[in-house]
């Protein structure tokens, strides 16, 4: 069954430091999502992004924050300078169209638990 | 008032035993209602959607939505131990990708 898939599933970084989220998101879909998780919060929705486009973006969704397609399959998400309350569970997530058009699912992947020091 | 409310639980019930999970929310442009199921160290995954008010069945699983009251439900029927995991519900509204999540109810089913 095909699957999102995420690298790294644990990150550890410094305060300050630049990450990158990684995600191979499922080949034949089009749209693409970051959600993320703090732990004991509700998953919260990052942004959208469609044709090499940004299509919707949050209010958590800031200039520190940039996401890319840099080739056919990854899509990425980068913090460019972390703080201590980036420490969450990043989910990456995909479809074919977006939801809910005709029942249409997001498929997520299984996160990436970041820890910012 | 929070967007969508959700009771957290965490509700433990023994095997076979009907569940009830709620959901609640305020912006009335949601028009779209699904319901998430997340395992330990994994990604929600998608149980139901629904979209008009009225249930929706699934095998052992209904959806019920009540715009009026601005309400969503999930039963699940002759629960299992399979079925113990985190519950979310998810909204969206119309011409939005954005999916506005409760917090999740933890579920316990005991053999």
């Known amino acids: 069954e095909p699957e999102v898939t995420q690298t790294p599933s644990h990150q550890v970084t410094q305060m300050g430091q630049e990450v990158i989220l990684r995600c191979v998101p499922i080949s034949n879909h089009l749209y693409f999502y970051w959600y993320r998780q703090i732990l004991g919060q509700k998953v919260e929705f990052l942004v959208s992004f469609y044709n090499n486009e940004i299509s919707e973006k949050s209010e958590i969704f800031d200039d520190q924050f940039s996401v890319e397609r840099p080739d056919g399959s990854n899509f990425t998400l980068k913090i460019r300078s972390t703080k201590l309350e980036d420490s969450a569970m990043y989910f990456c997530?995909?479809?074919?169209?977006?939801?809910?058009?005709?029942?249409?699912?997001?498929?997520f992947g299984q996160g990436t638990r970041l820890t910012v020091v | 008032q929070k967007e969508v409310e959700q009771d957290p639980g965490p509700l433990s019930v023994p095997e076979g035993a009907i569940v009830s999970l709620n959901c609640t929310y305020s912006n009335s442009a949601f028009q779209y209602f699904m319901w998430y199921r997340q395992y330990s160290r994994k990604g929600p995954e998608l149980l139901m959607y629904t979209y008009s008010s009225g249930n929706k069945e699934d095998g052992r699983f209904t959806a019920q939505v009540d715009k009026s009251s601005k309400y969503i439900s999930l039963f699940i029927r002759d629960s299992q131990p399979s079925d113990s995991a985190t519950y979310l519900c998810a909204m969206t509204e119309g011409g939005s990708e954005k999916l506005v999540f409760g917090k999740g109810t933890k579920l316990t089913v005991n053999p």
């Open positions: 997530a995909s479809s074919e169209l977006p939801p809910p058009i005709l029942n249409t699912e997001a498929f």
